[in-house]
């Protein structure tokens, strides 16, 4: 599976980018109809509180993609609250299957 990580307005590290292929990686392996993952992180305004925005899109074979964005204070918490919001939709798409 392909995971492709955008870093909007900033240099990604190699930390952030190792927990977000860890992340990603778990939940694929969880819920294995996922054919491809978009990480999008981005700062929203600089030098603000609740910066930084993590968008997630999954790509599902036979249904729509699956998409989630969260804003909080770091990265890998936007990464966490997103993957959150994303779980009742991978429920609902593993029910189709």
């Known amino acids: 599976m392909e995971v492709q990580i ?3 307005h900033f240099d990604i590290s190699d930390k952030l980018v190792a927990f977000v292929n860890k992340k990603i990686e778990k939940i694929t392996r969880r819920y294995d109809f996922i054919s ?3 990480v999008n992180l981005r700062l ?3 030098e603000t509180a609740k910066n930084k925005e993590a968008g997630i899109k999954f790509s599902v074979p036979g249904s729509p993609d699956l998409f989630a964005s969260k804003v909080a204070d770091s990265f890998e918490e936007a990464i966490d609250l997103s993957l959150e919001a994303l779980e ?6 593993k029910g189709k299957k």
């Open 6 to 8: 955008k870093a909007i």
């Open 36 to 38: 491809g993952a978009e």
């Open 44 to 46: 929203v305004k600089p």
């Open 88 to 93: 009742p939709q991978l429920e609902k798409a």
